[in-house]
């Protein structure tokens, strides 16, 4: 009997790879015959494990999803990492704390004790900083993930930074997870445009039905074009600037994505902001390239009061 229940062990955990498994391949690896092989099978699926099984050449068992969540069969890396994992949510903001913890004292408490000593070992070793951003509707956030998946339509409330909330009808593309936050790519129907929304923002979103045929996304990269889109949004100030260097310099200096206009090998165009021209001109002043303002009188302005400053703080001290 124990042998029959370390082979369906055995076979549960080659049947949740993510490939088919021929009978006389199960066979083979497990070292019994296919009768055999197709008798635990039947096992597995009165346990609740909802195993497929195609006929040909090309046919086989598969583990599929059933209408029910059997147990899983996890390996000792992967324990590690999902408890680590759940300790790690249960200390976020999405809104699943609760159940985080529930499921963490379930996995816990059938842990061996080496593999209890390595999750301690990761927990004492880390610290984490507690977020500010308010917590994420996981039900929503599931219900954009299908839109984007069946390519289908999706309406939803969402709520502008000034706190006023509008109606959207989208195109949903893509997911972009950014630090804390989630951020939803689409194609706005109404504004026949593409739009960058937060899915904490996000209120009641439902698929429409109405299937659509994904469209080429803006840039290529996605999260270039998200990030960009974002950052850009957030600049209350902005001046463009004449750099003297090439465009590829200018790029591997600035981490995050702009438009840089190449002017020739040594020179090109680019569009900076912040949230005032003083931190700005500091910020700029970190590139340590040499470069003009083309248009921002006040980042001029800031320039000179930085220019100022540098030179009070150099106290005189003559030049090399």
């Known amino acids: 009997m124990l042998e029959t229940s370390a082979r369906l062990l055995e076979l549960l955990s080659l049947l949740q790879l993510t490939r088919d498994w021929t009978s006389s391949a199960l066979a083979e690896r497990l070292g019994v015959s296919t009768r055999t092989v197709r008798s635990d099978i039947g096992k597995l699926r009165s346990l609740g494990y909802p195993v497929d099984a195609r006929p040909g050449v090309a046919g086989g068992y598969q583990l599929v999803a059933g209408t029910a969540m059997p147990p899983l069969l996890l390996d000792d890396d992967e324990a590690v990492a999902v408890a680590v994992g759940l300790g790690s949510v249960a200390t976020s903001r999405l809104g699943v704390e609760e159940t985080s913890l529930t499921a963490l004292a379930k996995l816990e408490q059938v842990l061996p004790s080496r593999l209890r000593r390595r999750v301690d070992a990761v927990r004492g070793a880390t610290s984490v900083v507690v977020g500010t951003e308010p917590s994420l509707d996981l039900a929503a956030l599931g219900q954009v ?141 970190q590139l340590d390239i040499d470069i003009e303002v083309i248009d921002g009188e006040e980042l001029s302005v800031a320039f000179d009061r930085l220019a100022a400053r540098f030179g009070r703080a150099a106290g005189g001290a003559p030049t090399p």
């Open 145 to 285: 993930a299908f839109a984007i998946r069946g390519h289908e339509r999706l309406r939803f409330g969402y709520t502008k930074p000034g706190g006023r909330e509008e109606a959207r009808h989208t195109e949903p593309q893509r997911l972009v997870s950014w630090g804390p936050l989630w951020y939803l790519l689409a194609w706005d129907l109404e504004r026949d445009d593409w739009r960058v929304f937060r899915v904490d923002r996000m209120s009641a979103p439902a698929q429409t039905g109405a299937r659509f045929r994904p469209r080429v996304i803006p840039e290529g990269s996605v999260v270039d074009y998200v990030v960009g889109r974002v950052i850009r949004a957030s600049w209350k100030y902005r001046a463009r600037m004449l750099v003297h260097a090439p465009a590829a310099v200018l790029a591997a200096k600035i981490v995050i994505p702009v438009d840089i206009e190449e002017v020739d090998e040594v020179t090109c165009r680019v569009e900076l902001g912040a949230d005032d021209p003083h931190r700005l001109a500091l910020w700029v002043s």
